[in-house]
């Protein structure tokens, strides 16, 4: 006959002084500073600045006949109760395991606990009792280690299950009929709001009144500077954002968004800024910078395989206010496409990328427990179009203010049985503070994710497996029974992910969602420009939202119909760059909307020079690229035309056609992106796109024409060069 | 497992002897305990305590001893001994007594003895009032290691027990889990928790009996644990060591003042 005897244990790892009362350091006496010897513990030191932290570990144990004398233990434990955490793949954290220990009160001679027992003058056997002597020893112990360890008899301790929690919470002491309870939780509970916030709220503020010109200012207290702020960063003050250096307590506003007047007493809070980077680092920096998980927990090289291999693309977001690292973890699982959750058994934060995943274990009807299984529909869970909103601008706005967002992607659900069935619209939105503007595909993915996944309502499963059985939390399975049947009637099976496990002594709980999943090829490196943009630099934009380029990849930007890159440099530089790459990347631009250069400001009469300013150049690479502008228009920037001005009587010049149009002065007929300006006379027109501004007949000179190309020598044109304006060099 | 003394006078009560012994009453206090090996982690005053997850565990395999102190020169006629490793690893024992005199002269009280395995013993012999007694004990290669010790007066019921009796150590108790798959596959079983069970019922208990000797047993039962034996001389290996479910209830039985007990009790030791 196959019965094995089950034994469970409770540990509790408790804070205690290492030292001996009285014994050097320890500077404790009876009658100096305490009646009585103290019990070691931190409540009942008396001489904390030596207190010497160490480790007590109490283990408790469920009585039975069988517990074994070489695992010492106080048998007190009545029962061991587990809310199991439920996993949300692509959602969120999901819910956190729980478990709840109940204990029985008992006389106890404190052998193991008071190191002077001995001392006391009374057998401590005979007063009080077990636990509500320990909650006046260790009043607070919430964040200590707990475990539970569970096996059978002739298993040794060290080869039994241990699940590793973290205490939140306790009964305070025990009731009228002698229980005590401990609640404890997985250590992601750290995340929580009430535990962990990111940025962490600053306590600079202005020692003075700044106003919306100013580009300094001094935090006080004194040092607060060197404590708190790094030598540069990202701020926000009120609904003011920005860049900033500092040198002590001197901030140096090398940028001001939205800048205002601001009152002196006014926090400085810091911000963090994520510029294109991997989600595994951001997450990594979340937890281990702002939470106080043991950053043990988290293996990075596991995880930033996990998202070099199925996700490989780099986000960015500023954060510029305190908020919870739980909803930052949140958001970047439903916007990445990740799955997160605590193996309590190996002490590890697992992390996954939304993927197909093959299933490990085939679980038919010889194994389900009889009358276990239970499917439920979940029709709310159910998606028809998916709207992720991208492109943040002010990174202070509410999240969900949807004119925040430059671009909203729409997917939609292709399926012509919902049709059929008249299924109703179910839309889901998605709020994404940290897919930038190019960064379509990310988007792109994000809707595929959520459409293929949730297309169909997943059911849910719930069964029981035997003990013999190891199942695993996140693990893709398929489930054959009776009850699952095709329209025949024939038994098939259910694929699904495990996302909630709870173990007893004699069985497995499972939970389970069916799983569909659309494996997306690894990508080209996509980058799509879907709204008006200035002075765009192609490396940097790439960098991110992909990790370094490396010879093989294939980099592909995509300027939309209807969108133009133009320049506001006044200094003429480009309005889209290529930039260095590494050999042996390939780039491929397909333009089918505009890049143009900024307009010259006309001649100014009364201004030493009457000349009009140069266009600006508008596509520029120093790297080989192939360029599709069949459909696309790259216009310099026109010139400026010229002023003039004789025997004492002048006028200005247009401004150059320019998505930046060059400067008309007031009066005149104001230049646009395809036209020029005329100032107040009719000399000295503004040049059209890729046009030289008028001389004027009196020996000024017009702008010259803005070059529509600098590098022509390294694109490969496909196809049609289309419409392009001004010289190429 | 139970002795008797090897000499005939067992007391004054000869007929008693095969009854059912109960042994709850000890003289020991955390300051009338000590041992040769007193280690800090496994402590001789573990002995007084009756939780049996809390042990005395010797640190030498050396021949050695426990002592236990009668300053109050009560009458003792039984040891018990808890949740130990004497049959397992095969540990010789027995108790001496000594009156304290200098030379301090050691007297046989039971004979040396292995038992067959680590359940409760209860040693019973003639009563007798000595200063000081001792366990002798001559381990093999590991050492000792006891839960609990009571050394006291046995109440020894008037009357033994026949039919309808479980004897504690073999009426096992467990709670099992059974797995049956689906499709009728077994799927094993597992035991989360096991444990002795018995019942007494005493008929026709005269009343001063009643109120001179289990009383106070039942004062005791309330809140503390004991060593029962049902049938000591043809069954000396029965022994438990628990205590009650619910209270001692005594009822006048019989107009003639004669009353009848009755207690059930779990053990795990």
Known sequence: MTVRRALTYCELDLRRCSLDYGTAPCTAAIGVTGTRKCYNSPKTCQDPDNFSATTLTLRFAMSTQDLPPEIPCIPSLKSVSTKPQVLNPGESLGERESVTVAFEDHPFNDVGIDKYHADRGFDPYQRGTFWSKFVARWPYIQGSALRIIRGYVGDALEDMETRHYIVEDTSGGPDANGNFSITAKDPIKLFDADKAQAPRASTGVLASAIDDNDSSLTLEPTGVGNDEYPASGVYSMGDEWGTFTRSGDNIALTSRNNPSDHEEGETFQLGIFFDGEDAADILYELATGYTDIDPAQITLPDWQAETNDYIDRQYSRRILRPESVKDLFNELISQVGLLIYSDVINQKIILKALREFTAVQDLDDSVIIKDSLDIDEQPDKRVSQVWTFYGQENPLEKVDEEKNYRVVLVGLVDDSVATLEQRKQAVRKIYSRWISVFNRPAAESLNNIITNRYKNAPRKLRFQLPITEQPTLGAAITVSHRLIQDEEGTQTSIRAQIVSLDKTESRWSVVAEEMTFVQEPAPDHIINIDANTYNFKLRTAHDQIYADAQSGDNIIVTIAPGVTVGSKLTGGGPAFYVGDWPAGVNITIINKGRIQGNGGDGGVFGNASLNGSAGGLAFRTDYPVTLDNSSGQIWGGGGGGAGFSVAGYGGSGGGGAGTQPGRTVAGGIQATSVSGGQGSTSIGKGGGPGLPGEDSPYGQFGGAAGFAIQGESFITFDGDEGDIRGGRF | ?269
């Open chain 2, 1 to 269: 497992m139970i002795h008797v003394s090897n000499n005939l006078y067992l007391s004054s009560q000869p007929s008693l002897v095969g009854n059912p012994i109960i042994g709850y009453q000890s003289v020991l206090t955390i300051n009338t305990v000590s041992a040769d090996s007193d280690p800090v982690d496994t402590p001789v005053v573990n002995l007084v305590n009756e939780q049996t997850n809390q042990y005395w565990e010797s640190d030498t395999t050396d021949e050695q001893y426990i002592y236990f102190e009668n300053t109050g020169l009560e009458r003792i006629d039984y040891i018990g001994i808890a949740r130990h490793n004497f049959g397992s690893t095969q540990i010789t024992h027995q108790l001496q007594a000594s009156t304290g005199e200098s030379p301090e002269v050691w007297l046989d009280v039971t004979s040396d003895s292995i038992p067959g395995d680590d359940g409760a013993i209860i040693l019973f012999f003639d009563q007798a009032d000595y200063l000081r007694y001792r366990l002798r004990m001559i381990p093999g290669d590991t050492p000792p290691r006891i839960a609990h010790i009571k050394l006291g007066q046995a109440l020894v019921l008037p009357q033994s027990i026949y039919v309808g009796h479980r004897p504690i150590t073999l009426n096992r108790k467990a709670e099992v889990i059974n797995n049956t798959s689906e499709n009728g596959q077994f799927l094993g079983r597992i035991e989360k928790r096991r444990y002795l069970s018995t019942a007494v019922e005493m008929t026709h208990i005269t009343p001063a009996f009643y109120r001179s000797d289990v009383d106070p047993f039942a004062e005791h039962a309330i809140t503390g644990a004991f060593f029962f034996a049902w049938r000591p001389v043809q069954y000396p290996t029965e022994v438990g060591f628990g205590w009650t479910d619910g209270d001692v209830s005594p009822e006048n039985q019989m107009p003639n003042g004669m009353m009848q007990f009755g207690f059930s009790m779990t053990a795990v030791a």
